[in-house]
């Protein structure tokens, strides 16, 4: 059984309790994009790193991946590519059509973090005569790419100094252990040498 503790909808990374562990998973879910960390870091990464807090459980990894993948698709901008930019009909699209998309995607997609769909819709709008033909619709595009692009990698950098925390903490703690062994081995040395628990003078 497993259980989904905290979710981020925008790119899908998650926390994962398996037995008495705390997993961290991300897109492409893969044993790859997976790391232990410390139960306190769901906490950590609910205040501070856009993760929502939940209790889903799961028969297998099989069930709980599928389930992550859908609200991954959801939380991406499908809709818009639905509603008409979509395949073929993006080339066919008049700039005042254009338009009232880059809106939406500057009002829906940003907003919710859907940066994939959104860097993909813009990526192919830069390629259509009739953007390439209108130097304000091309600004614009250009400057929404741009946001895109610095937003999903400030959104890396910051999933990425979540993990960097969580194995400094862990580090932390290995060396902490090593230190109490050190003194206990350094302790029964003493004791070993002095023939007694007491300090000399006792």
């Known amino acids: 059984m497993l259980r989904l503790l905290a979710f981020a909808v925008n790119d899908g990374w998650a926390f994962v309790r398996e037995g008495q562990s705390v997993v961290l998973i991300r897109p492409p879910y893969s044993t790859a994009n997976m790391c232990r960390v410390p139960e306190e870091s769901v906490e950590t990464g609910v205040a501070g790193y856009g993760f929502s807090a939940c209790e889903n459980d799961f028969a297998d990894w099989r069930e709980l991946i599928g389930f992550l993948n859908e609200q991954l698709r959801e939380s991406r901008g499908e809709q818009i590519v639905r509603d008409g930019l979509g395949g073929q ?8 059509v254009l338009d009232r998309f880059l809106a939406r995607i500057e009002t829906e997609l940003l907003p919710a973090g859907s940066w994939e769909p959104a860097e993909r819709l813009l990526i192919d709008m830069l390629k259509l005569p009739q953007v390439d033909e209108d130097a304000q619709i091309r600004a614009r595009v250009t400057n929404l790419l741009d946001r895109t692009v610095t937003a999903r990698n400030n959104a890396e950098i910051q999933r990425l100094r979540l993990v960097e925390q969580q194995n400094i903490v ?8 090593r230190d109490d062994s050190r003194q206990l081995a350094d302790f029964n040395q003493a004791v070993r040498e002095r023939g007694t628990i007491l300090p000399v003078g006792s």
Do not use: F, K, R, S
């Open 170 to 177: 862990e580090q932390t703690q290995v060396l902490g252990e």
């Open 89 to 96: 009909m993006l080339q066919y699209a008049p700039c005042d």
